[in-house]
């Protein structure tokens, strides 16, 4: 067999350093002095010069394409590189050229994902043919490859069916160290949607300029075939912006999402904002401009946009503001409605953590720290508990009640970081402290003395009982944690 790798003049020497370990990593037991190299030239008799190469549109340039026996099995999509051979060599020639080097900062958000679009789209006209399509990344002994954001960029590709041949390259520390928890570098898939969402949660920081694309989560009437049961399921609704480099972001975590959410039947709809949301500028930004290839992109994969308006938008957010008005002028904190669909955002999953009853009629959302322990918690409390555990992203920093002690209190009443979901029974059994969760490891601990109703009940259906890792995040661990020192005092 022979095996052919082909690449663009525009890359002739920075893929000329790579391709043998691209190909060996598809074809591991093929000699790769074996591997012959082709190169396109698409400079026009050298009057392109090396960035107008790549703006040409009927070529895929970021990409690696190879041959068995001439023919096209493989399209290997490229990163960025901050030390690009070919534009180096071309400013030597040319020192007019603005060029540099080895940027540290050169394309950092979006390293990977930029010229995606093109790369998907190329795969999809060419998958028809049994073509395959993976990835490979430059520079991985640089920050940029290993920070949390393109990392994550790596685990959505994954889990949408798309490998990175040199993922092992990566360093993972600094992702892991959020409290994420990867398999291996071998397998970095989402393993759930609920998983998904509590990485994204993670790892994504509040900007109090802006709005950032928002995931809303909704009881949701289904009703079977023949239209004689109905029942009540999760429907998700993610809100995302297109402005600037934020269509690759939004292409991966819708793709992402929806692959998910198909795999586990969960009922989910994508809208893009029509205005950029931004609170007090005093002319809105249009964010509706998706470029052609994303768009395309979009199509390919199956994933159809709705459009909100800001306007729209607002008028949700105002009906947030109610709420808190409400609960701040009946001195109560709690929002039932609001906590439950927190919850569901944080994607835990809707069953019992000690039963597993999945029944939505007889699930209840308990709070670890109980309410009336925030209620009249002073602020100290409140505010210690915050600095101390680092949970300034649960208060809501864009609203103007932020510094409010009620507020805080609210924030953190209803945080989803604050809930788990229990049938009735163990809802009630939690209440009255017939049970706890060990704060280290959410490991189900009975306490009772005489009360044999309710050990007898519990002993039944707890076996090695614990809260799931993916549900059991630093924030949540730190509100159990807060409940048990209730409970001890």
């Not at 694309?213 to 009703?223: I, K, M, N, P």
Request: proline share 2%; glycine share 4%; aromatic share 14%.
């Amino acid at each position: 067999m022979e095996l052919k790798a082909k690449i663009y003049s525009c890359y002739r020497l920075t893929y000329s350093k790579i391709y043998k370990d691209v190909v060996s990593r598809l074809y591991p037991n093929f000699d790769t002095e074996k591997i012959k190299l082709e190169i396109e030239d698409i400079s026009n008799n050298g009057q392109r010069s090396i960035q107008s190469q790549r703006s040409l549109r009927q070529y895929v340039t970021r990409t690696i394409r190879v041959y068995e026996d001439n023919k096209l099995v493989h399209i290997v999509g490229l990163s960025n590189t901050n030390y690009d051979l070919d534009k180096k060599h071309e400013k030597e020639l040319d020192p007019t050229k603005k060029y540099v080097y080895g940027r540290k900062d050169y394309h950092g958000n979006t390293y990977l994902k930029q010229g995606s679009p093109d790369i998907f789209n190329y795969y999809f006209s060419e998958k028809p043919n049994g073509v395959k399509l993976s990835f490979y990344l430059l520079d991985t002994n640089t920050s940029i490859p290993s920070n949390m954001f393109n990392v994550l960029s790596y685990r959505e590709l994954q889990t949408i069916g798309f490998k990175i041949l040199n993922i092992d390259e990566v360093d993972f520390s600094n992702y892991t160290a959020t409290g994420c928890v990867l398999n291996s570098t071998s397998n970095i898939a989402f393993s759930s949607f609920n998983k998904y969402m509590n990485d994204i949660a993670l790892i994504s920081k509040r900007n109090t300029g802006n709005m950032p694309s928002f995931l809303q989560c909704q009881e949701h009437l289904v009703y079977n075939e023949d239209n004689t049961e109905s029942y009540f399921t999760d429907k998700y609704i993610y809100t995302f912006k297109a402005l600037s480099a934020q269509g690759y972001d939004s292409l991966f975590r819708t793709w992402c999402m929806k692959v998910l959410a198909d795999r586990e039947g969960t009922a989910i709809e994508f809208r893009l904002g029509k205005q950029y949301f931004h609170y007090d500028a005093e002319e809105l930004s249009v964010s509706d401009r998706l470029t052609g290839p994303i768009l395309q992109t979009f199509e390919n994969a199956g994933i159809h946009i709705e459009y909100v308006t800001n306007d729209e938008f607002m008028r949700e957010k105002d009906m947030e503001e109610n709420a808190y008005i409400s609960a701040k002028n009946r001195k109560d904190p709690r929002n039932q409605s609001l906590f439950r669909n927190n919850i569901r955002k944080k994607g835990i999953p809707t069953s019992c953590v000690i039963c597993g009853n999945d029944n939505p009629s007889v699930l209840k959302a308990a709070h670890l720290w109980e309410v009336s322990s925030i209620k009249n918690a002073d602020a100290n409390t409140i505010n210690n508990f915050i600095n101390i555990n680092n949970l300034f992203d649960l208060i809501d920093q864009t609203s103007s009640h932020k510094n409010e002690l009620f507020f805080k209190k609210y924030c953190l009443t209803n945080s989803g970081d604050n809930g788990i979901w229990l049938c009735g029974n163990h809802h009630d059994l939690f209440d009255s402290n017939y049970f706890y969760f060990e704060s280290e490891y959410g490991t189900v601990v009975l306490h009772f003395e005489d009360e044999k109703q309710a050990a007898d009940f519990l002993n039944e259906t707890v076996e090695d009982c614990r809260i799931p890792l993916e549900v059991f995040t630093r924030a949540t661990k730190a509100f159990n944690a807060q409940r048990n020192i209730c409970f001890k005092n």
